[in-house]
């Protein structure tokens, strides 16, 4: 089935920004609703944005409004979270995943059934 690739994290200064990339391969990407999740050490793993494949629907976590966006490209089969005035809080291993469930949005990590390996978000002061 898909296979999901994050890249994009790195460090990056509190009130920097980064641009996480998920590429997909093996099937194309409009087949799919995607979603963003980040885990941070001693925490557990929370929503962040996720997107329908047609309809083009967002959603949000509230920490999340207003500084971050999530966008897909179906035609190069990838997906991104621009993230803009990063905060120490926003620190973790950022993963993408993948619902069946092509334009409906979900905010739980149950709801997905394909996910990438993470890529880590560092942010320093």
């Known amino acids: 089935q898909v296979q999901l690739v994050e890249s994009g994290g790195g460090l990056v200064q509190a009130g920097g920004s980064l641009r996480l990339s998920c590429a997909a391969s093996?099937?194309?990407?409009?087949?799919?609703?995607m979603g963003w999740f980040r885990q941070a050490p001693g925490k557990e793993r929370e929503f962040v944005a996720a997107?329908?494949?047609?309809?083009?629907?967002?959603s949000y976590a509230d920490s999340m409004k207003g500084r971050f966006t999530i966008s897909r490209d179906n035609a190069k089969n990838t997906m991104y979270l621009q993230m803009n005035n990063l905060k120490i809080e926003d620190a973790g291993v950022y993963s993408c995943?993948?619902?069946?469930?092509?334009?409906?949005?979900?905010?739980?990590?149950?709801?997905?059934?394909?996910w990438g390996q993470g890529t880590q978000v560092t942010v320093s002061s």
């Open positions: 997107i329908t494949s047609d309809s083009g629907t967002t």
């Open positions: 995943a993948a619902s069946p469930n092509r334009d409906y949005i979900a905010r739980s990590p149950a709801a997905y059934r394909y």
């Open positions: 093996r099937r194309p990407l409009s087949i799919y609703s």
